[in-house]
């Protein structure tokens, strides 16, 4: 009989009575779900943007600005069409210097950049010649980007060019736009 006691106790698990049961219950199944709580409102408690009064906040400590700044970010068109007007006055080289180049090619400006009326920095650019000049600045050299950064027609830049070289002490004419293609012959009557 002593081996059927042993093989009896043999088989039972640690849990002897309902007691033992419930805490078991417990610490598998309630324990691990408010870690994985307690868990989540740690990490996002931890985003609430600087600045923001607490009664503008929502559970998440973004504010309905924030909120809608996202939305209309993740929502705004891929790619616009822009609608000029081809025969509006082009903007004068100096127009174009202030709006666009004098952050670099002003005084001060950024150190390796040719400034406005230095002829020793324009000097050996400007022996280079316009095209190159206009190449440059259309399509970006070293640390400038393309166009300076600007949105102006290829011949604004141009003559911004031709305002910063001249004011180095180059004799570059003014740009204008090309002249329209004249209209075709009209073909011989039969």
């Known amino acids: 009989m002593s081996d059927a006691a042993h093989t009896e106790e043999a088989h039972t698990g640690p849990i002897k009575n309902p007691k033992q049961l419930l805490i ?27 600045g923001a009064a607490s009664g503008d906040l929502d559970l998440y400590g973004v504010s309905q600005q924030v909120r809608d700044r996202d ?38 400006g950024i150190p390796g950049a040719p400034h406005l009326n230095e002829a020793a920095a324009w000097g050996p650019r400007i022996g280079q010649g316009y095209a190159t000049l206009l190449e440059h600045a259309l399509k970006g050299k070293g640390a400038m980007p393309a166009q300076g950064g600007g949105d102006f027609e290829d011949v604004e830049i141009g003559r911004a060019v031709v305002y910063m070289a001249n004011s ?18 009209e073909a011989p009557a039969k």
């Open 71 to 108: 939305v209309a970010a993740r929502l705004a068109r891929v790619g616009t069409v822009e609608i000029r007007d081809a025969n509006r006055e082009l903007a004068t080289g100096e127009a174009v210097f202030k709006a666009q180049c004098v952050a670099c090619h002003g005084s001060p």
């Open 24 to 50: 078991a219950v417990f610490f598998s199944f309630v324990a691990p779900i408010l870690i994985i709580t307690g868990l989540v409102a740690y990490v996002v408690s931890a985003y609430k943007p600087s």
């Open 168 to 185: 180095g002490g180059a004799t570059f004419p003014v740009p204008d736009r090309p002249a329209a293609a004249a209209p075709a012959a």
